[in-house]
Each structure stands twice: as C-alpha cells, then as structure tokens.
C-alpha cells in the first residue's frame, strides 16, 4: 500500500522533470543543449553524477558533458570510447525498458576498457536494491527519441541520492528524460545547421547557388516539421513553402498547405496562444488540424529570416510534433493524483478537489439567508459574496460604494443544530469506512482484499452522478464529495451506497461480504480541507459505535 507522502513526492517529482525537460528547449546551441542534459539528470531525476556521452562521426563516442562534479568533469570531458566497448556495454546486463543495468557482480570485466568512467570499489550492498559504487546505469539516445533508431548518444548515471538502485517510476522518468533528451539535442543540430544556412544566405552571396541548396536540403529532409511563412503585406502570414515532414504531420499535401495560415490550422482554443507567440525567436506549444479533422500536439518555434537592407523577408517555423510527450504527461500526472488500485482520486487529488471549493473567509451571521438588497450589504471584509442563487439582479454591476464582484461562490454548510431541514443545498462529504474488510484479508489474503476494494470502488462510482466525486482516501477508507445536496439528500446517499455495497462479491469462486460505516461532514469555506475530512471521520466512527457488530456486518 501507498505511503500517505509517496503521491506528494510523486508530484513534485513530476514537477522537476516537467521543468528540466522544458529546459531542454531553451538551451541556444548544441554545447549548452549538451550541458543543459548533464544537469537535467542532476536536477530532476535525483541523481548526484551525469555524463552525456556524443557518437562522432567516425562512430566513436566522446564524453560531451558532464554534470555533478567538477573533479569527474576533470578526469572525463573530451575523452574517448571506442563504438565496440559501448556496444558491449549496452548488451550486458538488465534490459530495463530502453535502459541498460549493469549491476556490480557483472561489470568487473569492464573495468580495463577503454570507456571513460568514474567508478570506484565499494563494500557488498546491504540489502537487496541498494546501489554499489560499481552499478553502472546507461540510457541509451536514439535519433528523433525514437527506440531502435540510429543510436546518436548514451547518459551514464550515477551516485542515486537515495542510495537505491531507481524502481518503476524512477526507471520510467529516466527513460522519458532520455527520450526528450535525444529530441532537444537532435533539434539543437537542426538549430545549428538552420542557422548557418541563414547565415550564408545573408553574408555569402557569391556562393548564394550552393547556399540555396544546402537550405534546401536542410528544410526538405528535416526529420521534423518545416514551414517558411510570408512576412508583412496583405498575405502577411500566408505559408509559402513547407516540408515533407511537415504534410505527413497534418495529412495535407503541399499544395494544399500553400492556401493557409497557421492561424487557419491552429484549435480554436489556442488561437491566443498562436497570437501572443512573438515572431523572432517565439515559442509555443498548441494543436494544429489535420485533414481528418483530428488535432495534434505540436511545438512552434519561429525564425525571422532579414534583410540588412529591406528589413524582414519571411519567417521560418519549425515544428515540432510532442503527441507523445503530451500523452506521456498527461499519463504520469494521472498516476501522480489517482490510487494504483482502484483507478480512483488518491488523497492528495481529493484534498485537492476540496480545498477548490473553500476559502479561508467563514460565512456571514446567519449564513445565505441575509436579504439580497445590495451588493455591499451582502459582502464580507474580504469582498466576498454569499448566496449568488438568491440575487434577482445576479451579474449586475454594484451599487455605488459597494464591494467589487468577487467570481467566488462560497461554499456554505446547512444549519445541523436545527431538527428541521430548511431544505438548504451544500457540498456533502461522505466518509466510507469498510466493516468486517480486515477479516477477508487475514483469512482470505491481500489478493481477495483489492479485489474486494476494486469491487467497492466500481458500486460506489455507479452509485453516485456524474460530477460528484469518489476518492480512495487509503486501506479500505473511501470519501464521496456530492455537492448540492441537502441534510436528507445526504442521509439517503449514505443509504443508497450502503445498500449498493452489502450484496456478496464473488472473489476466486467463493463470495465475501463486507458492510460500511458512513460519517456526513459539510464543507464550508473558513474550513480546511483537513478539519471537513476530520469532521466527517468522525461522525462515521460515531455511526460505526451506535451500530451492534452484526448490524455492521450486514450493512
């Protein structure tokens, strides 16, 4: 079972490499793009040593940057390894997905080679995945990041801060890192060879003939997407040239792409993205249409290509397409915010989804029901509104010395000390806690408790509307948030999803049943999301204590 911390760490991670991949694209040449992965490793992926090592054209690799420590960037920058003591390496060992493992007890027979390295000896580990001073861990950079490419380069790490050899998660971010590395350094050579060419065009123009030529070539064959686009002038805009990569990307032929603009491609909602790209040197991230209709992720960077004399000419896009990187983000925030087991909101979305609808201000004395006659007379000192639904002028400007709209609604709890249901409509929270569970897991093992949890998790998300929300708070505690309920709304919720979880659940040909205890907190904005989980915690162990153990038991 998760740690209440892991999906917090799990997170922030997230975070970390999401920003040093975004760095991988900020770098300005192909040295610092280089240096930029070296310390990315460093940064991001929680490891103390990095080195970036480059394929030469004569096969060979060469140590192009090293990231950690300056005396490992003194011992290896610029050396050489021979391309047979690489491909060597690179068959040995674990095959972790893309990355290659070469654990302690099998590289000592590469330590005479002629591949630069930093590894000193060190005492047997201590438990079963602790790292030894001697792992080697490389992740191999393929062309256009794609796996069983032309191999353009290899990461070696080294030194994990955690002194563990790296799990699932962390394999897969260094193995997603390298992906997005082999791309940057990739689009840093094409940088590179773009930019000279633009060079030569302006500044050579007694070779303008061979200079044409080479841009042709660096446009037309470019693994990624091309366009040159018309600069100023009624057309202003209007694509003039684009390349092969660039028709297959959108399924439209070149002559077709010669009638738009990218402000004719570009989703609808990312029409202002597209808009607020500066023309030299801008950067975007939007989709673009396809000729079926479908839209696809892509990466705009843009070139202005000028004149000494005339100023501008035209403005060169490249682009790039990051489907995969957006699929590949999206996937591992949904891990990051869902439970592994059910597929449900974990805790920290949960708490997430809560603390967006309060805020730190309480309600007013007397709650929704003060008389909707001005807006000021209706605020708080914080500028805050209360019962929007009952405002016969709601959305009109406020009256002269008012307090400005505040776009908050505030979250407010119904009376519970009143026996009567005055019928007012809040956000319910349920808190669900499994009775007789524990005995299925002591007699039955943890394979029959998940899939007893998984069974649970599938009632109580039919059992509740779209929009409410079904969380797995840990063990066999679950939380429903259901908002515009009243005080029987709730109780007849409760009832519903107490019912819907009693009947037997077949587990390996045998059925099991399990009851549940439900506790009804309210929210209410001046209330932390922890103190509305406290509460409804503990009006459920209240509920669980008024009820015999065989009541428990049978619902």
């Known amino acids: 079972m998760e740690t209440e911390s892991e999906p917090y760490i799990r997170l922030a991670t997230l975070r970390q490499l999401h920003q040093v991949v975004a760095d991988l694209n900020t770098a300005r040449s192909l040295a610092d793009t ?51 003591s690489w491909d060597r390496r690179l068959s040995m060992g674990d095959r972790w997905g893309d990355l290659r493992f070469i654990p302690y007890t099998e590289g000592w027979v590469l330590d005479d080679d002629d591949v630069p390295q930093w590894h000193t000896p060190g005492p ?29 380069g290899v990461i070696s790490v080294d030194r994990p801060r955690n002194g563990r050899r790296p799990g699932a998660w962390g394999r897969e971010a260094l193995q997603m890192y390298a992906f997005h590395a082999a791309i940057a350094i990739g689009n840093a050579r094409l940088r590179a060879n773009m930019q000279r060419a633009l060079l030569r065009l302006e500044r050579e123009q007694q070779a303008l003939r061979a200079s044409e030529e080479s841009f042709r070539q660096a446009f037309e064959y470019a693994p990624s997407g091309m366009a040159i686009a018309e600069m100023g002038g009624d057309q202003h805009g209007r694509l003039l040239r684009t390349n092969d990569a660039l028709c297959r990307l959108l399924g439209r032929p070149a002559s077709a792409m010669r009638r738009y603009s990218f402000s004719d491609l570009v989703h609808p909602e990312d029409i202002g993205t597209l808009l607020r790209t500066s023309a030299e040197g801008g950067r975007s991230e939007l989709r673009l249409a396809r000729r079926d209709g479908s839209y696809v992720w892509v990466s705009l960077r843009n070139s202005v290509v000028a004149d000494a004399a005339d100023g501008p000419r035209f403005l060169l896009t490249h682009v790039e397409d990051i489907e995969e990187r957006k699929r590949h983000e999206l996937q591992l925030a949904h891990r990051a915010s869902h439970d592994s087991l059910t597929g449900l909101p974990n805790s920290a979305e949960l708490r997430a989804r809560l603390g967006s609808r309060l805020c730190g201000t309480p309600p007013l004395p007397g709650g929704a029901e003060a008389e909707p006659v001005a807006v000021s007379a209706q605020a708080d000192p914080g500028g805050h509104l209360y019962g929007f639904d009952e405002f016969e002028s709601f959305g009109s400007p406020p009256a002269p010395g008012g307090v400005p709209f505040d776009s908050h609604v505030h979250t407010i709890p119904p009376n519970e000390e009143s026996d009567i249901d005055d019928g007012h409509k809040g956000l319910a929270v349920l808190f669900c806690d499994l009775d007789g569970f524990k005995s299925i897991n002591d007699r039955f093992g943890h394979h029959a408790g998940d899939a007893v949890l998984i069974e649970v998790a599938r009632r109580l998300t039919n059992g509740v509307r779209d929009g409410d929300t079904v969380a797995r708070l840990g ?47 309210w929210a209410g904005c001046g209330m932390s999301a922890e103190e509305v989980l406290h509460s409804a915690d503990q009006r459920m162990y209240v509920e669980k204590r008024s009820r015999s153990k065989e009541r428990r038991r049978a619902g």
């Open 475 to 521: 063990g066999d505690e679950f939380v429903v948030l259901a908002d515009g309920l009243g005080r029987a709304d709730a109780q007849d919720l409760a009832v519903r999803l107490r019912n819907a979880i009693i009947p037997p659940i077949r587990v390996d040909g045998r059925a099991v049943r399990v009851g549940a205890s439900f506790g009804i907190g």
């Open 34 to 84: 280089l240096q930029t992965v070296a310390d990315g490793v460093i940064a991001g992926l929680g490891y103390e040593l990095s080195a970036v090592n480059l394929v030469q054209p004569d096969g060979d690799l060469v140590v192009a940057a090293v990231g950690g420590s300056a005396g490992a960037e003194a011992l290896m920058a610029g050396r050489v390894g021979s391309r047979t």
């Open 124 to 152: 047997a580990p201590r438990f079963a995945d602790e790292w030894h001073p001697m792992d080697r861990l490389f992740a191999p950079l393929y062309a256009a990041g794609a796996s069983g490419g032309e191999l353009i």
